[in-house]
């Protein structure tokens, strides 16, 4: 019996709940509970000792994490929300940021040391080892009890620091523990150097795991075709890394293992010491200690093993998306893979007959059954973060796997060529960058594939997931199982699934959605089988335009009549060229004050010099032009939708001023829906505009805490007192409404 799996799955679900929840202590009461009344069972509670196990593991977990809350992290909560003059210390290179330039670092609070992730408002480069003195504003990325993943806190940084006021570098020679970030920075350079223009980014990101250089459609390509793990560094590179460290040094297991161990530290580090990394290290490491003392390698207990190691070290690791995703991988694989892998070849029939024949089938069953049984846990975890589920994953991964380990080899080839002969290693990768284009290509051209992924916009395919997976466990636990019934089920539902997915977009009528973008704005309008959007910008440019995309995908709509942009501010139209590289548009509708600007839209673009109008279906579109010269808020387009049972306003981020200013000189009638101005800011949404338009509903897209207090108490009071239903983003979600 595993009795460290068991112990791991308690432990890890400890961590889950203090990290995710602040309602965990009654749990623990009950564990403890669970474990006397088990002990004081004896030999009767034989039948329960698994369930033991896991309590046991809870009750740890429960321990450490608070240990390590109230020893670690409560230094670090001092600092919440306050302004300090501090010194920190560079452990990377400086990065270009939205708004100037960071990098990571570490500080000294109370006797530890902290990793920090700083943000600076001017253009400094800074290198490993310097030093920066000056006032930081800090802010803690993971509070207790966050009910959302966080990306840093699960790489171990749990402090973010923001420049207040002119700071002062001071350069220092580097040290040992700034090689890995040297070595890092210089395979950079040389990739930078050597590889082609189109296939330096996803060198890069196969050797690093460095994906900032890859473009949001190659990205998005990834994503879509199933393959984006081969560009997250994790257990695939390790293994690759330690099939050639083998070959190397001929199988010889003393000379593995001196070689091997420095090599996967040096590796884990080079990489930034990711969770998912470390994982794969681990259980690399641990398969190289077998062959040592010549035992047997236990795949489950060295994933259990390697997440007790993680979890001790930063219990937060549990929050990190690269985890999960690295974890549930390789547990499907143990779980699934001979099952399915039998079943496959059963499926195939004899092939003994053949040696060519049976190796080509092994080579395949086995090719397809780890792609199957690594999706069977890492599915529901991409369609809760990322929204999408790829259906053309399997068909992926047999096109692309196979050649990824000769690109990293020829990638760690041409770095090391580059020191002796740098004419050389250009030329070795101009030659590794066509199998780098083959990956790029597939993974592109499938991703264009009507059904390549499916989205969970549409509660309809949330439906079909758990279906699927209540359909799952029935067939695990049955004695008579019939794959190809399991299969048939599968795709039955995903058809009706899709099909009433689809009839949600073609209904009549009209459907006006307020997408849940944060603190931007995004708006979908369809009627009588048309589909306008106005604004996609928000929080992140790159989220925007995929909840966009993938709300329309969702409803069966994959070309759009008309994009209309207020104005071009991040929050609106940030998103705007991401979306375009997805969904195809007619025309994109901007006002006349950006003619001479290079929007970077390569669409169709209409400026609006005086007011339009258009037809959608039945309804009319009207565009109001600004008439004042202004700044960016008060240039923005109005839009009237007019239709015979709805009438729906929006004025962009337009104060007051430019409220009155649009009363003023167009018409506009009384009207059902109003999109409440510069996200409910308190100079907009006026007293006159409304009175003049009474509205019955106001939509107010914000985030949750933004920085500027928006919605205003002010704004919000006015629509209370003029009797309007307010719905608002932060608090409903994306606001859906039909008529």
């Not at 420049?163 to 990739?191: M, S």
């Not at 090719?367 to 975890?381: G, Y």
């Not at 991964?397 to 250009?426: D, M």
């Not at 899709?498 to 977009?505: I, K, Q, S, T, V």
Request: hydrophobic share 45%; aromatic share 10%.
């Amino acid at each position: 019996m595993r009795k460290l799996v068991y112990m791991t799955l308690g432990f890890g679900a400890a961590c889950g709940l203090w990290a995710y929840t602040d309602s965990h202590r009654w749990i623990l009461a009950g564990c403890a509970a669970a474990v006397l009344f088990g002990a004081a069972a004896g030999k009767e509670a034989r039948p329960l000792h698994r369930a033991l196990l896991v309590l046991l593991g809870l009750l740890a977990g429960f321990g450490w994490c608070r240990f390590y809350g109230h020893a670690y992290l409560l230094p670090a909560k001092m600092l919440d929300d306050t302004i300090r003059n501090v010194e920190l210390r560079a452990s990377d290179f400086s990065r270009d940021a939205a708004y100037g330039t960071t990098f990571d670092a570490m500080l000294m609070q109370a006797g530890r040391p902290y990793r920090v992730k700083v943000y600076l408002n001017e253009s400094l480069a800074v290198t490993p080892g310097d030093y920066l003195y000056g006032n930081f504003r800090f802010r803690m990325t993971a509070p207790e009890g966050e009910t959302e993943s966080n990306y840093h806190s699960g790489k171990g940084t749990f402090l973010l620091a923001y420049q207040q006021d002119t700071v002062r570098l001071e350069d220092y020679a580097p040290t040992r523990r700034d090689l890995p970030a040297r070595i890092r920075n210089k395979v950079q350079q040389i990739i930078t150097l050597t590889f082609p223009e189109d296939a330096a980014p996803f060198a890069k990101a196969l050797v690093l795991g460095d994906t900032s250089d890859l473009d949001y459609a190659t990205d998005t390509a990834f994503k879509v075709s199933g393959v984006r793990h081969v560009v997250a560094v994790s257990g695939l590179h390790v293994s690759i890394l330690f099939a050639l460290l083998s070959t190397l040094t001929l199988k010889r297991r003393w000379l593995t293992a001196l070689v091997g161990y420095p090599a996967l530290v040096l590796f884990a580090a080079v990489a930034g010491f990711t969770p998912s990394v470390c994982r794969a290290c681990i259980m690399s490491g641990l398969l190289l200690l077998s062959y040592l003392v010549s035992r047997e390698y236990d795949g489950p207990s060295a994933l259990s093993f390697a997440v007790l190691v993680i979890l001790w070290g930063n219990p937060l690791a549990i929050t990190s998306v690269s985890f999960q995703l690295s974890v549930a991988s390789v547990a499907g694989i143990y779980l699934f893979q001979t099952g399915i892998r039998r079943w496959l070849t059963a499926w195939f029939g004899d092939c003994s007959g053949s040696r060519i024949k049976a190796f080509f089938v092994n080579a395949l069953c086995t090719s397809i059954a780890i792609s199957l049984s690594a999706m069977v846990l890492t599915v529901p975890l991409c369609a809760y973060y990322f929204g999408v589920v790829s259906l053309i994953g399997p068909l992926t991964n047999l096109l692309t796997l196979w050649v990824i380990s000769g690109i990293f080899y020829g990638i760690c080839g041409v770095c090391g060529l580059f020191f002796l002969f740098p004419a050389a290693a250009a030329a070795v990768a101009r030659l590794v960058a066509w199998p780098i284009r083959y990956v790029l290509g597939t993974a592109k051209f499938l991703a264009k594939f009507p059904l390549a992924a499916v989205y969970t916009q549409s509660i309809y395919i949330v439906l079909w997931l758990i279906f699927i997976y209540i359909l799952l466990l029935y067939f695990l636990f049955s004695r008579n199982r019939r794959p190809v019934t399991l299969s048939c089920c599968a795709c039955i539902g995903l058809c009706i699934a899709l099909l009433a997915g689809w009839h949600e977009g073609m209904r009549s009528g009209m459907c006006f959605t307020v997408l849940d973008v944060g603190q931007g704005q995004c708006l979908l309008l369809q009627s009588e089988g048309k589909t306008v959007m106005v604004d996609c910008g928000g929080d992140s440019d790159t989220k925007a335009a995929d909840l966009a995309a993938q709300t329309l995908l969702a409803r069966g709509i994959n070309r759009l009549d008309c994009l209309i942009l207020t104005h071009l501010d991040r929050d609106h139209a940030g998103g705007a060229q991401h979306f375009l590289s997805r969904v195809d548009t007619d025309v994109v509708i901007l006002s006349d004050v950006y003619s001479q600007l290079d929007t970077g839209l390569a669409k169709r673009v209409v400026y609006a010099k005086e007011d339009l109008q258009m037809t959608l279906g039945t309804a009319k579109i009207q565009i109001f032009t600004p008439r004042f010269p202004g700044n960016s808020n008060e240039m923005s387009l109005c839009i009237l939708f007019d239709m015979e049972n709805c009438d729906i306003l929006i004025t962009g981020d337009r104060s007051g001023f430019g409220e009155r200013s649009l009363l003023r000189h167009a018409q506009i009638p009384d009207v059902d829906i109003l999109v409440a101005g510069h996200h409910g800011a308190k100079n907009a949404t006026c007293e006159e505009l409304l009175d003049a338009v009474t509205p019955e509903i106001v939509c107010i897209s914000v985030s949750a805490d933004n920085s500027y207090g928006h919605p205003s108490s002010d704004t919000i009071a006015r629509l209370q007192q003029h009797g309007c239903t307010i719905y608002r983003t932060d608090r409903h979600g994306t606001i859906t409404i039909r008529r």
